[in-house]
């Protein structure tokens, strides 16, 4: 009755946010997994020569090609996948994906490629470990001498034939200190995103009894384990902020932290079977996100993302949604489950989103790519700035310039900010046809993340250009400067010759055509002369209005904006 009681509400409720679609926030985390595990998302292509590894590189660039254009802000790029990475490594050897070999140098070094290549299109990258796992017996076995198994079998366990790091030895924390401070230490990643970072399923029989006996100190056995995985996160966590503070560090824990007074986990969830603490990594503060794999439906998913919202900590929670679900193959879920889940995210004030896995989405599987960049990423959003670990400001951008090129487009142009952390800044632009533009209305985002201080701009339809403009400065750990107007509407502004979809002008003689253009001069509309007409026909945005009269000399009259 209870629960029947708690679906009812959760039901109201649920209709309640979905209708109408809930708005676009400017500040979203939206993140993607994409999986290199046996090439699933990416890569194909196999870098044995020259040619293939141009293929696998065009592969990755077309794949964030989408991305960006949809208004993703972070790529999750799996980059340690069993005991192996994608980038030269003085403890791990390459992934076979990369060659079709254990071990093989690709001939490039691909993390270096796609950390380039998600920064010069505006998004952050997150290094993908996964932590515990290093392999079944056949990945084990096709490794070789250079498995872990073989270089290290004092921090493995096998179990149910897959081999593990043993999370209760103490030099398995060390081991992956190295690991990951070696990554952090070599490349510019905006973040480290912890996978697998617990004991398997069904850890009941986990063969760890003689660690245990050895470290286990008169705790109790269950939470030994646990300890075991929180003093990892704690060392990992802390390992990062010491060597570059504005480095995210991540996990996706279980979904289901545990058994609610709305729902219950059906026996399944991070605490209790896995032994995962999330939310006590919240509770201390070893963690600036989690990203629980939330790959349920209906009223499986609702009370628990409440429980994650209920105990964030003022950290960041992103749930994964299990966008492979829509797949005819898999469980054939309706796009509509998906869009409730974002709706009720946005709602109820979680911090973005994250689909597992990229090609679900690339695929346009039950038309989710579609609805992504249609509605739900319409325009782009800003990741929220992390002000637990830095709350100051960039100064602002100085000296701006607004210049028109023999192409048609604007170059725009401002002096360099300055951060306090003397890390690089960034710039996201602004743009409205209304003055002042307004940086917290985040359809006025034109776009985020630019490395540096020139940027021309011409937007993929001559109606999208802004009347107005302006840039912001941001550091590495979100914090946003006051913004710089880079024109300013004054007295000697055209005027405004519309009232809504009516445009009226004075009687003019002699004038026999009635020209509208873009601001760069591309034609929209010519129409015979009259005094008053209806636009009704033209897209939204800023327009030009000039009268030509019967020598065909033209004059500039004013403005329209709709």
Sequence with gaps: MIRCFVFIIYFIYFLSVVLPLSAQPKYEIRAIWLTTLNGMDWPQAKAIDAAGVRKQQNELCRILDKLQSAHFNTVLLQTRIRGDVLYPSDIETFAEILTGHAGKDPGYDPLAFAIEECHKRGMEIHAWMVTVPIGNDQQVESAGKKSLVRKRRDLCKHYRGTWYLDPGNPSTQEYLSKLV???????????????????????????????????????????????????????????????????????????????????????????????????????????????????????????????????????????????????????????????????????IGLDGQAYFRNRFVLDNTKQIWDELTENTYAYPALIPPMTWIDRIAPDAPTHPSVKRTKEGHLMLSWNPSID???????????????????????????TTYLPTNHYPYKPSQPWLLKRYLCVTAADRFGNESVPLELNKASEDDLPILNDGDQVTLPHVKDVRYIRIATPTGHEVLRIDYANSFNIQQLHEGFYWVYLIDKEGRERLVGTILK
């Design 181 to 347: 401070c070696e990554l952090v230490g070599k490349y510019d990643i905006d973040g480290v995103h912890l996978d697998y970072i617990r004991y398997p399923e069904r850890a009941s029989s986990f063969p760890d009894k003689d660690t245990f006996k050895k470290y286990g100190r008169g705790m109790p056995f269950t939470a030994w384990r646990r300890n075991n995985i929180t003093t990892i996160v704690r060392r990992l966590y802390q390992d990062v902020k010491a060597l570059k503070p504005w480095v995210k560090v991540s996990s996706s824990p279980i979904g289901k932290y545990r058994d609610t007074r709305r729902y219950t986990s059906r026996g399944w969830n991070a605490l209790h079977t896995v032994y995962q603490e999330a939310q006590q990594w919240l509770k201390e503060g070893i963690q600036d996100a989690l990203f629980p794999m939330m790959y349920f439906k209906e009223n499986d998913f609702y009370p628990f993302a409440l429980d994650w919202k209920e105990h964030k900590n003022n950290r960041w929670i992103v749930p994964g949604l299990g966008v492979y679900f829509l797949s005819p193959s898999e469980q054939d879920w309706p796009l509509d489950e998906i869009v409730r889940q974002v709706n009720f995210i946005r709602e």
């Design 420 to 446: 306090n952390s003397n890390q690089p800044v960034t710039y996201h632009l602004y743009g409205s046809d209304t003055y002042p533009v307004d940086i917290r209305n985040p359809k006025n985002l034109i």
